[in-house]
């Protein structure tokens, strides 16, 4: 079986190849192509994938190319995990944002508009060779922001296209690990966007669990979450959000944060992974060593700015393995070999929330079989969650028509409607800001 890897040349490449080298059984991956626009990241992460290779007969091939159509071609799955405008234009989003007051984080606010304005237009190229070269490929989508980049695909691949999060994975797993549970065993009622979602139940043998975790300060206050969030008001919300939610409830303080800060996360990670891949320029360097300790550091400053503004302290050593690898080879391993599993996924809404048409991408548990993910169906969104989930959809709606359009206006109404755009004349300077520092975006007239 054919996995193509978009972004091959991707820093998190490794992990996905790490996960595919575990898996031993009939019908499993045994041909690797590498795509990515610079030949010289991919020819790096290659001598990393040598290494992690070695010794192991049944390992799989690997070949990288800079040609987009060659990759595709026979491909039975592509796993796309691009990064339009590399961490410079990420730097460049969360500097903009900054400056006029408002977040700049990449899928979050302002800065997620604008990396989705730079990355629809190429998605949906992507989505269309596809659809031409490997008609019967399954796409698994990782490029942020996930949800709006596979709802963009899915209108050309249909259900064809998955997007994948380990965010709901690791909120999962770290509720049932404070509860004494399994996560493996555990059913977690998760409903959303992505970067969006709110744990609302979490069953372990039948029985709902949550109620017990929220009525207990001690428990509820021990992990991540109540941690940022803080006992209170996880308490007040009857449900553990999705981290990412710190941007909206603790706004202020999360763009106090990042402005005072010595570095934002993608000049940090811009600079981290430059060392990285110039230490590449060695021959004689240890790839996987290389690899794994500037991974380690990446993990551990993970959300750094959000736990400084919220006191919650370091990342708990067992929240520093990554896991959206292990969603993805579920996932092909559920399809593949038909092996029913549940995942929580981003895929079109059908009639799960009734708030949203059926077209909408929304990121729900799901069955997954030999005939795609079909997502569970869940109990409508309290209030609060109902009015975030609708604008936010919103938005990325916006987001869509501007880049299928080209309008500059719709690019302006994308970002003066998110909540977290506090005025129409920030949204228009937002949108000179970027149009200016990123030639991506230079078809918005």
């Given at each position: 079986?054919?996995?193509?890897?978009?972004?091959?040349?991707?820093?998190?490449?490794?992990?996905?190849?790490?996960?595919?080298?575990?898996?031993?059984?009939?019908?499993?991956?045994?041909?690797?192509?590498?795509?990515?626009?610079?030949?010289?990241?991919?020819?790096?992460?290659?001598?990393v994938l040598a290494e992690q290779a070695a010794g192991r007969p049944d390992a799989p091939t690997v070949t990288a190319t800079t040609d987009l159509d060659a990759a595709l071609r026979g491909a039975d799955f592509v796993f796309s995990a691009i990064r339009v405008g590399g961490l410079e234009g990420r730097a460049d989003d969360e500097r903009v944002a900054l400056a006029e007051g408002v977040l700049g984080?990449?899928?979050?606010?302002?800065?997620?508009?604008?990396?989705?304005?730079?990355?629809?237009?190429?998605?949906?190229?992507?989505?269309?060779?596809?659809?031409?070269?490997?008609?019967?490929?399954?796409?698994?989508?990782?490029?942020?922001?996930?949800?709006?980049?596979?709802?963009?695909?899915?209108?050309?691949?249909?259900?064809?296209?998955?997007?994948?999060?380990?965010?709901?994975?690791?909120?999962?797993?770290?509720?049932?690990?404070?509860?004494?549970?399994?996560?493996?065993?555990?059913?977690?009622?998760?409903?959303?966007?992505?970067?969006?979602?709110?744990?609302?139940?979490?069953?372990?043998?039948?029985?709902?669990?949550?109620?017990?975790?929220?009525?207990?300060?001690?428990?509820?206050?021990?992990?991540?979450?109540?941690?940022?969030?803080?006992?209170?008001?996880?308490?007040?919300?009857?449900?553990?959000?999705?981290?990412?939610?710190?941007?909206?409830?603790?706004?202020?303080?999360?763009?106090?944060?990042?402005?005072?800060?010595?570095?934002?996360?993608?000049?940090?990670?811009?600079?981290?992974?430059?060392?990285?891949?110039?230490?590449?320029?060695?021959?004689?360097?240890?790839?996987?060593?290389?690899?794994?300790?500037?991974?380690?550091?990446?993990?551990?400053?993970?959300?750094?700015?959000?736990?400084?503004?919220?006191?919650?302290?370091?990342?708990?050593?067992?929240?520093?393995?990554?896991?959206?690898?292990?969603?993805?080879?579920?996932?092909?391993?559920?399809?593949?070999?038909?092996?029913?599993?549940?995942?929580?996924?981003?895929?079109?809404?059908?009639?799960?929330?009734?708030?949203?048409?059926?077209?909408?991408?929304?990121?729900?548990?799901?069955?997954?079989?030999?005939?795609?993910?079909?997502?569970?169906?869940?109990?409508?969104?309290?209030?609060?969650?109902?009015?975030?989930?609708?604008?936010?959809?919103?938005?990325?709606?916006?987001?869509?028509?501007?880049?299928?359009?080209?309008?500059?206006?719709?690019?302006?109404?994308?970002?003066?409607?998110?909540?977290?755009?506090?005025?129409?004349?920030?949204?228009?300077?937002?949108?000179?800001?970027?149009?200016?520092?990123?030639?991506?975006?230079?078809?918005?007239?």
């Amino acid at each position: 079986m054919k996995l193509t890897i978009l972004g091959g040349g991707g820093f998190r490449v490794p992990l996905v190849y790490g996960a595919l080298l575990t898996d031993h059984a009939e019908g499993r991956v045994t041909e690797v192509v590498l795509h990515d626009l610079d030949a010289g990241r991919l020819g790096a992460v290659a001598r990393v994938l040598a290494e992690q290779a070695a010794g192991r007969p049944d390992a799989p091939t690997v070949t990288a190319t800079t040609d987009l159509d060659a990759a595709l071609r026979g491909a039975d799955f592509v796993f796309s995990a691009i990064r339009v405008g590399g961490l410079e234009g990420r730097a460049d989003d969360e500097r903009v944002a900054l400056a006029e007051g408002v977040l700049g984080q990449e899928t979050v606010g302002a800065g997620g508009i604008a990396y989705g304005l730079r990355t629809v237009p190429v998605a949906v190229d992507i989505a269309r060779r596809v659809a031409r070269l490997a008609p019967g490929a399954w796409v698994i989508n990782f490029t942020n922001p996930a949800g709006l980049v596979t709802e963009a695909m899915s209108r050309h691949l249909g259900d064809r296209v998955i997007g994948i999060c380990d965010s709901p994975v690791g909120l999962g797993r770290r509720i049932a690990r404070v509860l004494g549970g399994n996560p493996k065993e555990a059913w977690i009622d998760y409903v959303g966007l992505n970067h969006l979602g709110w744990v609302r139940g979490l069953h372990i043998a039948g029985r709902d669990e949550l109620p017990r975790l929220l009525a207990d300060p001690d428990l509820l206050g021990s992990f991540e979450e109540g941690k940022l969030f803080g006992v209170d008001w996880l308490q007040s919300l009857g449900a553990i959000p999705n981290e990412y939610l710190h941007y909206y409830y603790f706004n202020r303080e999360a763009v106090r944060a990042y402005q005072r800060a010595e570095k934002t996360r993608g000049a940090f990670l811009r600079d981290q992974q430059a060392r990285f891949y110039e230490e590449m320029g060695d021959p004689g360097a240890r790839a996987l060593a290389a690899w794994d300790r500037t991974r380690a550091e990446r993990e551990a400053t993970y959300m750094a700015e959000n736990r400084e503004s919220a006191g919650a302290g370091e990342r708990d050593a067992d929240d520093l393995s990554g896991g959206y690898e292990k969603v993805a080879l579920a996932l092909m391993r559920a399809i593949a070999r038909d092996e029913r599993t549940t995942l929580i996924l981003n895929v079109r809404n059908r009639a799960t929330l009734s708030v949203l048409d059926g077209e909408a991408v929304i990121e729900v548990p799901c069955l997954v079989d030999a005939n795609g993910a079909h997502p569970v169906t869940v109990a409508p969104l309290p209030d609060h969650a109902t009015g975030l989930v609708c604008a936010v959809k919103a938005v990325e709606r916006e987001v869509l028509a501007a880049a299928e359009s080209g309008s500059r206006s719709t690019a302006v109404k994308a970002f003066a409607l998110h909540p977290l755009v506090d005025s129409v004349n920030v949204a228009r300077r937002l949108v000179e800001g970027y149009t200016d520092v990123h030639p991506g975006l230079s078809y918005l007239k």
